[in-house]
């Protein structure tokens, strides 16, 4: 199985516990996603800890799909994890880490993503990944990074 890696990172002018909080509600992923997903959480806990399931739906090319995640660490307000338990891909790992940073004189927090994942199907999953998966996971995070801009200006 062919693993792919995506790792970003953004300043966020606002304080690490309110960065955090904003990430530990599961409501708020819906805001972070593209709406040609037709994201939608169908069950969610209201607080995150470790072996939390949050189930979703969302299309994909009008596929529906059905993806569900644990979350497999929580530490906050540093650093939580999330893996697929069912879902699209062969393996989903998203690593969420947090750190207070300085940009120039002033105080935020740097948030950092990585996703390891994995799709099926040997060497069709590698050719869905080279002509349009990774592009479109990138566009994820994308929309996500601009989200955040709009969302803590």
Known sequence: MKTYLLEREQWVPKPIDEV???????EN????????LDFRIVEAPQTLAPGALIRYRLRWHFLPIRWT???????????????????PYALWNHEHSFAAAQA???????????VSYALPLGPL??????ISVKREV????????????????
Do not use: C
């Open 125 to 130: 999953g590698q050719l869905a990944h080279a």
């Open 138 to 153: 990138e566009s994820i995070f994308d929309f996500r990074a601009k989200a955040m801009k709009r969302l803590f200006p």
């Open 20 to 26: 955090f909080a904003f990430f530990s509600r599961p």
């Open 69 to 87: 995640t644990e979350i497999t660490e929580w530490n906050p307000p540093h650093r939580f994890v999330d893996r697929e338990l069912s879902g």
């Open 104 to 114: 120039g004189t002033q105080a935020g927090t740097m948030m950092r993503d990585r």
């Open 29 to 36: 992923l819906q805001v972070l996603t593209p709406d040609w």
